[in-house]
């Protein structure tokens, strides 16, 4: 997904389409400088994706509304 937002290489998911044309959208406008790819473990999104995954990140950012490294 990461190449999809920096190269005009289409996503072959329909769903996800929208949030690529998003994220490129808000990179020409400045409104977020770079978007990474993170690891499975620090995906805060996983916890609601997929089954049996540690829920201690996302507790710990919502509690200290702090995203840590």
Do not use: C, G
Not at 9 to 35: F, S, Y
């Amino acid at each position: 997904m990461q190449d999809s937002i920096y190269s005009s290489k289409p996503v072959a998911e329909k769903t996800t389409r929208h949030i690529i044309a998003w994220m490129k959208q808000q990179l020409e406008e400045n409104k977020i400088e770079h978007v990474d790819l993170v690891s499975s473990k620090e995906n805060l999104a996983d916890v609601f994706t997929k089954k049996r995954v540690n829920a201690d990140t996302i507790i710990r950012t919502v509690t200290n509304a702090t995203i840590e490294n």
